[in-house]
Structures are given as structure tokens and as C-alpha cells.
């Protein structure tokens, strides 16, 4: 720009120009450093937001300056190409692009662009339908219920019976059941071959199907689905009493009950839909398990209502705003505890904070470090040796924008226990004995410590399978003298890991003479002689 209004001084009067260019000489290098020194830098980003429906993201990303020349790039592989793209020419640090057009439960890469300066392409998961059979495709055969015959595949009819809120004395059973042909919808399925369907016709009652999805990281939850129905309400008195509904509850289903939570949709009489609508809404998830009920309810026994469910869907709101990676984790004794690392990458730069505990209910939070990173390294100590994993989880905030956790994983704090400890005494010869033993992790320094009894010091014999890691150890001691007792103890351990020592001290003898005497003598079928074992042949 300042050099074409240079060239337009210069036409105009050139002697001018040269004053004007000498003048400005200085400036426009002062302006190039200027902008060389402080080139616009992508501080975060790209952050993928899954949308619902689950074709479409949102891409968030920001700059340390502001700029209205912002492009998002998707694709279907990290080096392209990039069939699919978004613009944000609003001057901002915070850029936002909806990028629409994607294919559900599939992966991408995107990556942006801000005034040339390019990020990386991170990819990302269109959200996951966490609902099985969701379609209403497959259906089993169920008996000893008295609102059908069938129920969907992953789903479970349920009915409060008797059902009957103002005593008219007209409840009765629910109907339930795969494509049934009443208030028909227009087509027959919203999704693939088969529905959902239910209905009553001048009764009361309250049912419908319900399933329970597990396992659940807190947030978020978008429930959506195609729903079609109809009230025949020429007879209708009083028509908030006839509902049809799905909703998404925080918790477990609880039998006997009517549902309660988040109404994600809900149609009163009168009325009708049968051209199929498109229903969502969103439930927070604290309990870790979430309940979707599809419901016909009748109060009040004046009319007839039909419902028909299909393409439900369940998702995190939040999909995968934060992608974690490269979890490793070691330990190393200090005193009697343990102290363990714990290390991770995150796509961007976020806070850094770890739950652990002994299950996957956590109970210890390690302290929130507010600085934003990708590669973060949690230190714990102190933990308490266990013979069982524990449990831990990562988690990684956007101040102000994200908020996500990482799946559950484990780290070990070896507590080793030794167990099948044996000593073989080689009868044959009499002056070896073998000692072999187990250890519930893999251990890679194994020692036996042995003495005649009586003596001040113990000889040490390391397995020849150190240092290689394992979970079954054996050493021979030799050589032995014979017709003595020997005492003995294992250790096992090594790379960081706290010993485990057999104490106190066991035994076992050496023949008095070798050869088969001895060898009749303490084993009726031949080979070494346990320690604490029997003789017993067949
Ligand atoms: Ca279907």
C-alpha cells in the first residue's frame, strides 16, 4: 500500500516524490521490522466442538493479534486435500468457524490459517453415538410383561401399572412394539427399516422404552431424535394429559418410578406430527450414567395417542475439544511410599491437573497448575504401595472455553508379594538345591540369600534371567554341603521398585550321602524333594 502511493506521488511530481521517498525510507524499514518483530502467532488451536447434528463442527482458535483474515481447513487426512472450508472475517483474537457437511462417527484433520500464518492439522472425531441400536433395527422376543412382545435390542420396555393419577378406573397396559401400525408416520422409518412405536386408545397408563448408557465422563450430552405422533382427541377432555416425551436423566433407570430428568422433547394433545420432526436437547451428566427414555403417558382416559421413535442419538456435547495423548507413567520408592510421574501431551495448550485413586472414583486431585501447555508432567508422592493398579484420569482446561477429561487409565505402585517359594534339593548329587518362587509384577533383580545355620553371612545368588523382567523366578544354589541344614530367604524388586523379602528365614537339608539310598529314602517317585512338600507317589 505504501509503496503504491509512492508511485502515484512520483507520477504526480516526481521532485516531490524523492523527498517523500527519502523521507519514508526510513519508516517503511521501521515499519517491515516492526512487523517481521511481531508476526501474528496462533496461541491456541484449532479446538474442535462437535455440533449436533453431528455433521457439523464448530473450530475455535486464537491469535495474540487481532485479524479478520481467518480460514478453517478440513479434511480427511493430514495432508489433505482440504474439500471442506470456513472463513471468520470478523477482526477479533478469538476466531470461530462452523464447518458443516461432514459424515457422523467419522475422522478429520483440520487446520487453520490467520493472515498466512498456518497451524498444524489436529485431528478430530464427528461425535459418536453412544446408543446401541439406536435405530430401532433389532428387535428379541421377551415374555411375562403385559405391554408386548418384544423389545429393541439394547433397550428395555418399562411400564408403572396400575397408572391411573385421577382414579378413573380405566388403566390399563401400554402398547409397545417394533413398526406398529397405528397413527402410521410419513415414510414409514425415518432411519434404515424398523421404528419404534407405541400407543393407547382410551385408557390410562405410562411406559415406553428406556436404555442406560454407562461409563460416562461428566459434561455435557446432546439426546436427539426423529419422533412422529398423533393424538385422536375427539373425545378429549383434558388434553395436558396426554404427553408423549423422551427424556435424558442423570443417573440409572429406577424401577417403579416415573422417570425424571432433563425433558428433552415432550408433545401434548392435541395435535399431530406424523411427517417425522427432529427433536434435541442437552443434559448435564454428573453420576456417570445416563438414562434416555422414549415415553407415551396417559392420565387421563379420553382419546387415543400414537408415538413412533427412530435415529436416536446420543452424544457428548463437548466431543473431543481437548485430544490427549502419550500417557506414561513411572514410579520410583521413596522410603516405604512411592513417588510417580505422570506425563501427557495434549493437540493444545492447556491447564494441567490429575485425579487418582484406588477404583475410578478417584478421591485425590493433584494441585490445579493454571499454565497453559501441551506436554504436562504431574508428580505424585507418597503414594502407598498396591498390589492393584490404580486408577487416574488427566485433566485439561481452555480458561473460559473447555473443560475435558482424559478416558480413565492406571499406573502401578508396586506392592510385591512372593508367593510359591520352593526349595528343590537335587537328591541324585545332594549338594545343589534349586529355589524358585512367583512374584505378582514382573521383577527384574531376584536374589536368594542362603547360610549354613549358624553361620554370621549370608551367600547371595542372583537368577540368571536378571535384569530381564519377569514373574517367575528360579536360582540354584551350589555348591552345598551335605547332610546340612541350610537356612534361606528371597528378594525381589529392582527399577525402582520396593523390595519384597521372605522372612523370616526358611530351610531345607542336604542328603546325607548322595545316590539312591537317599533318593528312595525321601521320594518315593524320584526328583527333587519340596521344601513343606510331600513324598506321596502314585
Ligand atoms: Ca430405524
Given at each position: 500500500m505504501i509503496t503504491l502511493a509512492v508511485e502515484v506521488f512520483f507520477l504526480y511530481n516526481p521532485a516531490k516524490t524523492i523527498t517523500l521517498l527519502v523521507r519514508l525510507m526510513p519508516m517503511l524499514c521501521l515499519m517491515l521490522l516492526g512487523e517481521g518483530a511481531s508476526a501474528l502467532t496462533i496461541t491456541y488451536g484449532p479446538v474442535v466442538a462437535t455440533q449436533d447434528p453431528p455433521t457439523s463442527v464448530k473450530i475455535i482458535w486464537w491469535t495474540?493479534?487481532?485479524?479478520?483474515?481467518?480460514?478453517a481447513y478440513v479434511g480427511s487426512s493430514p495432508t489433505g486435500p482440504w474439500a471442506?472450508?470456513?472463513?471468520?472475517?470478523?477482526?477479533?483474537?478469538?476466531?470461530?468457524?462452523?464447518?458443516?457437511?461432514?459424515?457422523?462417527?467419522?475422522?478429520?484433520?483440520?487446520?487453520?490459517?490467520?493472515?498466512?500464518?498456518?497451524?498444524t492439522p489436529v485431528p478430530f472425531r464427528t461425535g459418536t453415538n453412544l446408543l446401541i441400536n439406536s435405530?430401532?433395527?433389532?428387535?428379541?422376543?421377551?415374555?411375562?410383561v403385559s405391554w408386548g412382545s418384544q423389545e429393541p435390542d439394547g433397550w428395555h420396555g418399562w411400564e408403572i401399572y396400575p397408572w391411573d393419577p385421577y382414579s378413573s378406573g380405566y388403566q390399563n397396559h401400554i402398547t409397545i412394539q417394533m413398526d406398529r401400525n397405528t397413527g402410521v408416520p410419513t415414510p414409514l422409518t425415518k432411519d434404515l427399516a424398523h421404528r419404534a412405536s407405541m400407543d393407547e386408545g382410551w385408557r390410562t397408563c405410562y411406559g415406553g422404552l428406556f436404555q442406560q448408557v454407562e461409563s460416562l465422563q461428566p459434561g455435557d450430552y446432546i439426546v436427539s431424535g426423529w419422533?412422529?405422533?398423533?393424538?385422536?382427541?375427539?373425545?378429549?377432555?383434558?388434553?395436558?394429559?396426554?404427553?408423549?416425551?423422551?427424556i435424558a436423566r442423570d443417573g440409572p433407570h429406577v424401577p417403579g418410578q416415573p422417570p425424571t430428568g432433563t425433558v428433552i422433547w415432550q408433545a401434548t394433545a392435541p395435535g399431530e406430527e406424523l411427517n417425522w420432526k427432529y427433536v434435541q436437547g442437552v443434559v448435564k451428566c454428573t453420576s456417570g450414567t445416563l438414562t434416555v427414555y422414549a415415553n407415551l403417558r396417559s392420565d387421563f382416559p379420553d382419546g387415543a395417542s400414537f408415538v413412533h421413535f427412530d435415529g436416536m442419538r446420543l452424544m457428548s456435547a463437548q466431543g473431543?475439544?481437548?485430544g490427549f495423548s502419550n500417557f506414561q507413567t513411572n514410579y520410583s520408592y521413596n522410603g516405604s511410599s512411592y513417588d510417580v510421574v505422570i506425563s501427557y501431551d495434549t493437540n493444545i495448550p492447556s491447564t494441567t491437573q490429575v485425579e487418582w485413586g484406588p477404583t475410578s472414583s478417584y478421591g485425590n486431585t493433584t494441585p490445579y497448575d493454571p499454565t497453559l501447555v501441551t506436554h504436562h508432567v504431574v508428580q505424585i508422592t507418597g503414594v502407598q504401595p498396591s498390589t492393584t493398579p490404580y486408577h487416574y484420569r488427566a485433566r485439561a482446561t481452555v480458561p473460559g472455553e473447555y473443560d475435558n477429561y482424559s478416558a480413565d487409565r492406571t499406573f502401578d505402585a508396586p506392592q510385591i508379594v512372593l508367593s510359591n517359594i520352593a526349595a528343590a534339593v537335587?537328591?541324585?548329587?545332594?549338594?545343589?538345591c534349586t529355589v524358585s518362587w512367583q512374584t505378582n509384577f514382573q521383577t527384574s533383580s531376584n536374589k536368594v540369600y542362603y547360610r549354613k545355620v549358624g553361620d554370621p553371612n549370608y551367600t547371595v545368588v542372583q537368577c540368571s534371567t536378571d535384569p530381564t523382567a519377569t514373574s517367575q523366578h528360579t536360582c540354584v544354589l551350589a555348591p552345598l554341603e551335605l547332610g546340612t541344614t541350610y537356612q534361606y530367604h528371597v528378594e525381589s524388586g529392582g527399577a525402582g521398585m520396593l523390595f519384597a523379602v521372605s522372612m523370616p528365614d526358611r530351610t531345607f537339608q542336604t542328603p546325607a550321602q548322595p545316590g539312591h539310598n537317599m533318593f528312595y529314602g525321601f521320594s518315593l517317585v524320584g526328583g527333587p524333594i519340596l521344601e513343606h512338600g510331600d513324598d506321596v507317589g502314585p
Open positions: 495474540d493479534q487481532a485479524t479478520s483474515n481467518n480460514t471442506l472450508s470456513g472463513t471468520n472475517p470478523a477482526s477479533a483474537t478469538r476466531h470461530e468457524v462452523l464447518i458443516t457437511g461432514l459424515v457422523g462417527d467419522s475422522t478429520y484433520y483440520v487446520y487453520v490459517d490467520s493472515a498466512g500464518v498456518s497451524s435405530s430401532f433395527e433389532n428387535w428379541h422376543s421377551i415374555s411375562g419422533v412422529a405422533w398423533k393424538f385422536q382427541d375427539t373425545h378429549y377432555q383434558h388434553y395436558a394429559d396426554h404427553k408423549v416425551e423422551i473431543v475439544a481437548i537335587d537328591v541324585f548329587a545332594g549338594v545343589s
